[in-house]
């Protein structure tokens, strides 16, 4: 049975599967009370419970004290300096504490009960009043003292978990070391009843011994993203590096923990291990030896269905697979497992044998949407490549076609690329896939002429063109990727308004060149590797493409259709600022880059660092225009979220500015 047939094969099983879950879900919901769907309608009363506002990943709030007459009349409420500058670093870690990197404040904080909790690059947990900025408890896991961070973007995480119950409370993270925690949330103290005070991630991985530093000194598994909590059950996703020197790395399975005891209750195998679903797809025992492959990013939960839904990344290595041939299941899918026994549920493989690091970014969006008069609980997966793939979240049946599509064979020696990808019907792409002569930049015929020649040291082609390594008797470098490593959509997702129904995606288009190249066998048994992602500068150092370089597209969903889409930043100071446009009049360039969304019920929000200085912008969630503007002290980092408390509505974010980073909070004029 060759490769498509059994992909035939599958396709099959799991459409019987999904058609059997569906009738228990249909059986479940009629029997326990109407044909009603449980929506995904973001935060309510004035709390932020989740990283996202909710399990579902919305982004939501209905607060509408802030709105489209007064967002230009917001000020700094109160401003809390990260903690990790107070640390000594030098004297805890010696000459090397001063190389230790802690201006990557990403997180975004909880809010419950008028106390917001918060995590710093250096993965000290804080809470502080959520009215003045008080510090009220600080704990402090010392995740320095293990070296480097996994992630090569240095010391950074992204957020906390909460947990509660009639009589108690905890605020559950993981760190960049690689250990579990659960603090209780009044008190700031360690839950000594969880797996002895904290719960050691490496433990039971396979090639994740503490000892064996990788060859960057970072431990070999770690955390940056917000676990999740489904019930008593805390969902924990981990990273490896993405730059390997060996094949042979630690898989970065899922697991669920109880809450109350720390017990481990499930593990995940996202590559799967001998005897289990989807291990045929790993030729040549390739699963025994390779790792990734699991969930860097946030995660989803349907809190009603007790389904989380996991977007995995690729495994090793990100541009060569020739060491593990096959279709490589679970890498880059959404899987949908019950949270309660950690079993599969359902699956889709956005992308068979990666080789393009379009590792899945983001938290799934879950939203209740009525297509041609059918109500839907559907769940949009935005990605790198450019789409958002849109899924019955109950039975994982696309909501519009997904056909396979063939696409260019590999060119690496030994590679063994999938034949065919599969491409969405609906939602139109909201980024730009692949080159062609007619993306190139063209604001003068002089800077076009220029464009060509540079591209023509190139192989460029549509989505999905593999790398190449460097070819003197041709004279091309290598590949161009667009979308490139950063996507398309990346961590900062998407924003969805239950009220509208309409999905909002900030993305990029800038393109990267993968240099491929072959190490000496005594430092690297993969036969090709990325030495480096190369950025490719236009002609007088202008972007080589036309822009805009990041947008904001309005998907409606309810129709699977672009509502709108934006430039996101009308200026950007390098393009505008060269000799070679003197004179022209250029469109709207998209110089703000790509910043996480936040949704009210009155607004779309989101920041902007480039182009004139850091700011917030507010926008018509209809038309995408622009409605106000407020300068930032510092460049925007986390994404946004908002709250209410004492009867007023703020907007947190953290910002990075010369000093220490920040948690800003910004309110009206009392």
């Known amino acids: 049975m060759n490769r498509e047939q059994h992909r035939h094969l599958l396709n099959f099983v799991e459409s019987i599967r999904a058609a059997l879950v569906s009738l228990q879900v249909i059986a479940v919901l009629f029997l326990s009370s109407s044909s009603m769907l449980f929506a995904q309608n973001g935060s309510s009363d004035g709390e932020w419970p989740s990283y996202a506002a909710d399990a579902g990943s919305t982004k939501y709030t209905s607060l509408s ?85 996994i992630s090569p973007l240095g010391y950074h995480h992204r957020g906390l978990a909460y947990w509660s119950d009639d009589s108690e409370a905890r605020i559950l993270f993981a760190t960049n070391d690689g250990y579990l925690f659960s603090i209780d949330a009044d008190t700031g103290e360690a839950d000594a009843t969880f797996g002895g005070g904290r719960i050691d991630l490496t433990d039971g991985i396979p090639r994740a011994e503490r000892d064996s530093l990788d060859y960057t000194g970072a431990v070999p598994l770690g955390t940056v993203s917000p676990a999740i909590v489904i019930g008593d059950i805390v969902v924990v996703n981990q990273i490896t590096s993405n730059r390997p020197r060996y094949k042979e790395r630690p ?167 999938s034949p065919t990808q599969p491409f969405p019907t609906k939602p139109p792409a909201f980024a730009l896939q692949g080159i062609t002569e007619d993306d190139l930049i063209d604001f003068t015929p002089e800077l076009r002429a220029a464009a060509l020649e540079i591209v023509d040291d190139y192989v460029i082609g549509p989505l999905f063109t593999p790398a190449s390594l460097p070819d003197e008797s041709t004279g091309k470098r290598g590949t161009i990727f667009v979308p490139g490593v950063g996507g398309g959509a990346n961590w900062p997702g998407a924003g969805f308004d239950p009220e509208t129904n309409v999905l909002f995606v900030p993305s990029q288009n800038v393109p990267y060149m993968p240099f491929m190249a072959e190490l000496a066998d005594d430092e690297s048994n993969l036969r090709y590797i990325r030495l480096q992602n190369r950025g490719i500068v236009g002609p007088r150092r202008l972007p080589l493409f036309k822009p805009p370089y990041a947008t904001i597209t309005a998907f409606d969903m309810n129709r699977g259709e672009i509502l709108w889409q934006v430039a996101n930043g009308d200026g950007m100071a390098s393009v505008e600022r060269n000799p070679a446009v003197e004179g022209v009049e250029l469109p709207p360039l998209g110089g703000g880059g790509r910043h996480p969304v936040l949704v009210t019920s009155t607004l779309l929000i989101h920041g902007q660092n480039m182009g004139y200085g850091p700011q917030l912008i507010a926008r018509n969630k209809t038309t995408g225009e622009e409605v106000a503007r407020i300068d930032l002290p510092g460049n925007p980092q986390g994404a946004p979220m908002s709250y209410s408390v004492g009867g007023k509505q703020f907007i947190a974010l953290s910002v990075s500015n010369t000093s220490a980073p920040e948690l800003l909070v910004l309110g009206l004029p009392d």
Do not use: C
Request: charged share 20%.
């Open 65 to 149: 004290q802030i709105n489209s007459d007064n967002f230009s009349e917001l000020e700094i409420a109160w401003r809390w300096a990260s903690i990790d500058a107070d640390l000594d670093l030098e004297t805890v870690l010696g000459q090397d504490g001063g190389d230790l990197s802690f201006g990557r404040l990403q997180a975004t904080p909880l809010m419950i009960d008028g106390v917001l909790y918060m995590i710093t690059a250096l993965n000290q947990a804080v809470a502080l009043n959520a009215e003045s900025g008080d510090l009220i408890w600080v704990f402090n896991p010392e995740a320095y003292l293990s070296g480097n961070s």
């Open 251 to 417: 898989p970065t399975w899922i697991r669920g923990y109880n809450i109350r005891s720390g017990e481990l209750i499930w593990t995940f195998h996202t590559i799967p291990q001998s005897g289990e679903f989807g291990v045929e797809t790993w030729q040549e025992e390739s699963w025994r030896y390779t790792g990734n492959g699991g969930v860097w990013t946030q995660m989803s939960a349907d809190l009603e269905l007790g389904y989380v839904y996991l977007p995995t990344e690729a495994p090793t290595n990100d541009y060569y697979g020739g060491h593990r041939p096959g279709d490589n299941l679970f890498s880059q899918s959404v899987v949908a497992l019950d949270a309660a026994t950690g079993e599969r549920v359902w699956h889709f493989q956005m992308i068979h044998h990666g080789i393009w690091d379009y590792d899945t970014p983001a938290a799934p969006n879950l939203m209740d949407i009525t297509v041609d008069g059918r109500e839907i609980k559907a769940l949009a997966q935005v990605t790198k490549q450019g789409w958002a793939y849109v899924f019955d979240r109950v039975t994982g049946v696309p909501v519009w076609p997904i056909p396979e599509i063939p696409v260019a064979e590999g060119s690496l020696p030994g590679e063994r690329t």
